[in-house]
């Protein structure tokens, strides 16, 4: 499973874009990008996925460059419930064993600032 | 639909007792994930399974962890004996597995500590 760095913190005030950045320099060629958001006392919860180039739903979006090293989840206009952990993640499609797995690292914890 | 269900929600219990936790998966799914988050390891899979048959137990840390999945719509892991580094949130997650990548839904957790 490839591995993944993402900071460990970042700050932002209300209304701002946040970019937290990935980086997955081992990535393989089947592996696809995903990233999950997880509040206080709730588990993980799916935002957004890609394989490359962008990828725009209504939470947020994803840039994937040419070589598939990084991504960049990108938050719009971010208020206080944005303030969460986010987790990105990277693996292989469906192998034929079943689903496969998800490794989490530590995450990004963004605090969203009035 | 309900989402997933984990009961119950926290337990508190005692150096050496038996402790089992319980996951109902999302009605349709076909895989599900037990997952531990702590403060100092973050969140790590312990075991999957896949149409109820166990996938990958490698992240179970020792023997005293045991998982089951009986039929589609039930699965526990039971601790047993208990020690107080077991103390953590346990989560369970299921999929709907295919031919692209699965979305996992993951349940409430249950909040687990070891007196």
């Known amino acids: 499973l490839a591995k993944t760095t993402q900071p460990i913190s970042m700050d932002s005030y209300e209304g701002q874009e946040v970019n937290i950045t990935c980086s997955h320099n081992?990535?393989?060629?089947?592996?696809?990008i995903t990233w999950y958001q997880q509040f206080p006392s709730q588990g993980p919860r799916f935002i957004i996925q890609?394989?490359?180039t962008k990828v725009t739903n209504e939470v947020a979006s994803l840039f994937i460059p040419a070589d598939r090293k990084s991504s960049t989840l990108s938050l719009p206009r971010v208020s206080l419930s944005d303030t969460a952990v986010y987790y990105c993640?990277?693996?292989?499609?469906?192998?034929?064993?079943?689903?496969?797995?998800?490794?989490f690292g530590k995450g990004t914890k963004l605090s969203v600032i009035p | 639909d309900a989402g997933v269900i984990q009961s119950p929600r926290h337990e508190v219990t005692e150096m050496g007792q038996e402790v089992t936790l319980r996951c109902k998966p999302i009605?349709?799914?076909?895989?599900l994930f037990w997952y531990r988050q702590t403060m100092m390891r973050g969140l790590e899979l312990l075991i999957y399974f896949n149409n109820n048959v166990p996938i990958d137990d490698s992240g179970m840390p020792e023997d005293r962890f045991s998982a089951k999945m009986p039929n589609a719509s039930f699965s526990t892991l039971k601790i047993q004996p208990s020690e107080p580094r077991d103390s953590a949130v346990y989560f369970c997650?299921?999929?709907?597995?295919?031919?692209?990548?699965?979305?996992?839904?993951f349940g409430p957790g249950t909040r687990l500590t070891v007196l």
């Open positions: 081992n990535i393989a060629t089947n592996d696809y």
């Open positions: 890609g394989y490359k």
């Open positions: 997650a299921s999929s709907l597995a295919g031919l692209v990548y699965n979305e996992q839904f």
């Open positions: 993640l990277v693996g292989s499609a469906y192998s034929g064993a079943g689903s496969y797995q998800l490794t």
């Open positions: 009605s349709g799914h076909n895989s």
